[in-house]
């Protein structure tokens, strides 16, 4: 059994297939990160954003009205992509043929999307070829940094 000095390690260090070359980093005190998937033999590109967390939804306790909210850690270790076109071409060449490289790590949902969006844009995600974003999919609130 691990210590939690042990666990709190793996926490930091644990990214699964995915590559950062900052600094090493607590994932519990983020909200998501930015994320490019490079096809390597072809240099062909993706650009998008993944959630550490997400929020479910509990019964309440007994005697109790309000619902329990508790934090729970998404699927992002071996996440791939939501580009349909990106996970056909993983499925058919292989996951070592593509390079997973966490771009930042965000605090808030408004800052994830809103420089999710701003590095699209940036790069002309939908006029290149080069490119497997499709869309840019936008709802974006005040950003909270």
């Avoid at 042990?6 to 909200?31: A, K, P, R, T």
């Avoid at 999710?116 to 909270?144: C, P």
Wanted: proline content about 2%.
């Amino acid at each position: 059994m691990l210590d939690f000095k042990s666990q709190h390690l793996n926490i930091i260090m644990d990214l699964g297939h995915w590559v950062y070359s900052g600094d090493n980093i607590d994932i519990s005190e983020h909200f998501g990160f930015i994320y490019e998937i490079t096809h390597t033999p072809t240099g062909k590109w993706y650009i998008g954003m993944k959630q550490l967390w997400f929020q479910k939804k509990r019964p309440p306790l007994k005697g109790k009205k309000r619902k329990r909210i508790t934090k729970v850690e998404s699927d992002w270790r071996t996440y791939t992509s939501s580009s349909r076109q990106l996970c056909e071409d993983i499925e058919k060449f292989g996951k070592e043929q593509f390079a997973f490289e966490i771009i930042e790590f965000y605090n808030s949902k408004s800052a994830l999307s809103y420089f999710e969006a701003k590095r699209q844009f940036e790069t002309d995600a939908l006029l290149s070829e080069k490119s497997y974003n499709g869309i840019i999919n936008l709802r974006i609130s005040k950003v909270k940094l």
